[in-house]
């Protein structure tokens, strides 16, 4: 009995300085329009939270679903929905579609050079620039020289989610210039008077963005929050995160819990991407 009651206190003072149980470690890997937020979660978290480790890296939403699949992240922050498909090779790895959760907004921003004149664009005319049909700023309003496109590269949620819903699945016309990541598309447009990108709100340093009207008798609409929640701004979206539902449980739970929090949404706001409504937080 005596031997019994030593080894039960043993177990209790192994319980009271062992770490917590929801301290880990987790990986977030996929869009790099939100690698810059995920990045502050990330360090913000680890401040208030010690003994967790998150490690963030970017890649492009398909290269984190793409780990996501392969069970190489524990997160995938996308910049668009899951396709069927990818749903597909995830049930196929782990038995489970992926649990989705929205975690902020973004109004998909049109970006041009600062010394560009033009200050607003229809829908219609940005599909006709990103696909080849006007080729000249002057046939919307801008100085007399040739438009010089500036792209995601195809794995990117950002590239994919503007291919559907602003060139209606059209192709991207072969003299746009692809590159890595939003970071690498405004750096581009602001070297180059001619540029014109696309790219999550929270970027837009040394370059500005367009107005967009929904066609050509609508209003101009900034993307503001106001316009964003509202629906009011015709390219808005959600941002993502999908986990694995065989791990959204004790840190990792605890973490996707936090950035849905007015604490975590708090930090969306501060990096230039809207908050989630709370209607939508527990969702």
Known sequence: MLK???IIALAAMLAAFAPAAQAGNITAKGSDTLVILAQKWAEVYMAKTPGTAIQVTGGGTGTG?????????????????????????????FSKRPTEYKVCLDGLSIYVNAKNPVKELTVLQLE?????????????????????????????????????NVLKGKDFASSAQTMP????????VAKEPKAIGYGGAAYGEGAKHLSIKADASSPAVEPTEENVVKGTYPIWRYLYIYV????????????LTWIRSDEGQKVVKDIGYFPLPKNLRSN
């Open 128 to 164: 006709e620039i990103f696909t080849g049909k006007i080729k000249n700023w002057k046939e919307v309003g801008g100085n007399d020289e040739p438009i010089a496109l500036v792209s995601r590269e195809n794995s990117s949620g950002t590239y994919e989610f503007f291919k559907e």
């Open 181 to 188: 990541g939003t970071a690498a598309v405004l750096q581009s």
């Open 65 to 93: 679903f793409a780990a996501l699949q392969n069970k190489t992240t524990d997160l995938c922050n996308a910049s668009r929905k899951i396709k069927s498909k990818e749903i597909e090779a995830c049930v196929k790895a």
């Open 4 to 6: 019994k009651n030593l």
């Open 244 to 255: 694995n539902p065989n791990l959204d449980k004790g840190e990792v739970a605890a973490y």
